[in-house]
């Protein structure tokens, strides 16, 4: 069981916003930890898509959002195409672990 | 941009010792803005990070795997690699090299291996 919480799948129809959400402790998150998001596609590795709560790195569309409020965090994406879907992970730092930590990954189906 | 590749064996067989390479291209790695990482994929599941060392040596792991995760660096050849001893059918998973920003606050993996498949099995 992963120490970071995220729900198994979220679906959304094409042009839709979803969101994915990721639960911490105080430990990790609501200890001030930033958090950060990757995307899986089909059968490649992670690719970070948001660092340090809500930055993107280069060539990451600006449809991809993130946010972090206490213990938790959340990915948004808006104008959902069929080509995001993919895993999505959040990670952070945990100070109890003395290390990285994933979250259990979420599935994002376009319907 | 950095580049990294994994290599070594797909098979290794239960009780043995694991052995991986990532060489580091595009970038050195002595690169002081750096830590060097690996992390695991079981098939199926999510992300598990193993442990990541600073071209000094020093290294950090996971607690679940200190005692049998071992991580070198090799600066002369620009290469980081990952020892796992007494390895299990559990140890069967894709092994993500990657390199780490931020490694002493707010650690994060900015690029990624393709990945390699070890299988433990006899």
């Known amino acids: 069981q992963s120490v970071l919480t995220q729900p198994p799948s979220v679906s959304g129809a094409p042009g839709q916003r979803v969101t994915i959400s990721c639960t911490g402790s105080?430990?990790?998150?609501?200890?001030?930890?930033?958090v950060h998001w990757y995307q899986q596609l089909p059968g490649t590795a992670p690719k970070l898509l948001i660092y340090?709560?809500?930055n993107r790195p280069s060539g990451v569309p600006d449809r991809f959002s993130g946010s972090k409020s206490g213990t938790s965090a959340s990915l948004a994406i808006t104008g959902l195409q069929a080509e995001d879907e993919a895993d999505y992970y959040c990670?952070?730092?945990?100070?109890?672990?003395?290390?990285?930590?994933f979250g259990g990954g979420t599935k994002l189906t376009a319907l | 941009q950095v580049q990294l590749q994994e290599s070594g064996p797909g098979l290794v067989k239960p009780s043995q010792t694991l052995s991986l390479t990532c060489s580091v291209s595009?970038?050195?790695?002595?690169?002081?803005?750096?830590?060097w990482s690996w992390i695991r994929q079981h098939p199926g599941k999510g992300l598990e990070w193993i442990g990541y060392?600073?071209?000094?040596?020093?290294?950090y792991y996971n607690v679940s795997l200190r005692s049998r995760a071992v991580i070198l660096v090799d600066t002369s050849t620009n290469h980081f690699s990952l020892k796992l001893t007494s390895v299990t059918a559990a140890d069967t998973a894709v092994y993500y090299c990657?390199?780490?920003?931020?490694?002493?606050?707010?650690?994060?993996?900015?690029?990624w291996g393709q990945g390699t498949l070890v299988t433990v099995s006899s």
């Open positions: 990657a390199s780490v920003l931020d490694a002493y606050r707010n650690p994060y993996f900015d690029y």
């Open positions: 595009g970038g050195s790695i002595t690169n002081g803005d750096y830590y």
């Open positions: 060392i600073y071209y000094s040596g020093t290294a």
């Open positions: 105080s430990s990790n998150i609501g200890a001030g930890y930033n």
């Open positions: 340090g709560n809500n």
């Open positions: 990670q952070s730092y945990d100070s109890s672990l003395r290390g990285s930590i």
